[in-house]
């Protein structure tokens, strides 16, 4: 995702009560920073944070978190979330890069959703790509008994290469669309990449894959 630097970034970050700046001090402690039980799901490049906003208010009883590698890119999605009234409070982000994603969490995730993850094209980058075995390895880790993997691209390599990683690894699809608008798939949230390929009347893709 390109983006104008932010000027104030790390002011913005600095005093945001939505950004967690030690997550790795709350390994096997999310509840206790929730205050509850409920599930917790999470979006690994959540952009500036539509997505993961417009669920944190739609579903109070799941906890939300949103990761984000880039400081501009979450200082947006900061101040986009701290302008509105309420904030929910089942809502937090992290800036941190996904490879670090086993050592903030363990046994504690239900749901991953990928939302237009860079597709790395190139086959000497194929491990970066998050839906790679190596990712997939590290979200055993995270997952606690529910294990499901919500995941949306325009890039059909992406897709295609998910597909096979993901059934290789003993997980079953749910939900399959290669035309999510042109489908029977209710209560879509849409990111704000989905919206600018919507326009443009770019096909999106759409799984759900839970893990046996
Ligand atoms: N989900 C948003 C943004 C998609 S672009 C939307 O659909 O509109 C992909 C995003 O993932 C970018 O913001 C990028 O900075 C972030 N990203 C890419 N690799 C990442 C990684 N390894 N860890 C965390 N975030 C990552």
Redesign the pocket.
Known sequence: ?RLRNVKNKEEIIKSSKLLITNPKDYIKKWNVLFSNDNPIYI??????G??ILENALRYPNINFIG????DS?IARAIQKIENIENIPNNLRLIR????EIDEVFKNEISRIYL????PWPKKRHSE?R?TSVSFLKKYDNIFKETKEIYM?TDNVQLFEYSLVTLSNNNYIFMKISLDLHNSDIEDNIM????KKFLEKNIKINYLEAKKK
């Not at 990111?191 to 989905?194: A, C, H, N, P």
């Open positions: 995702m979006e690994i490049g959540m952009g500036k539509d997505f990761i984000e590698k880039y890119i941190m890069d996904a490879k939302n237009f993850s860079d970066r998050l949306k990111t704000e990449y989905e």
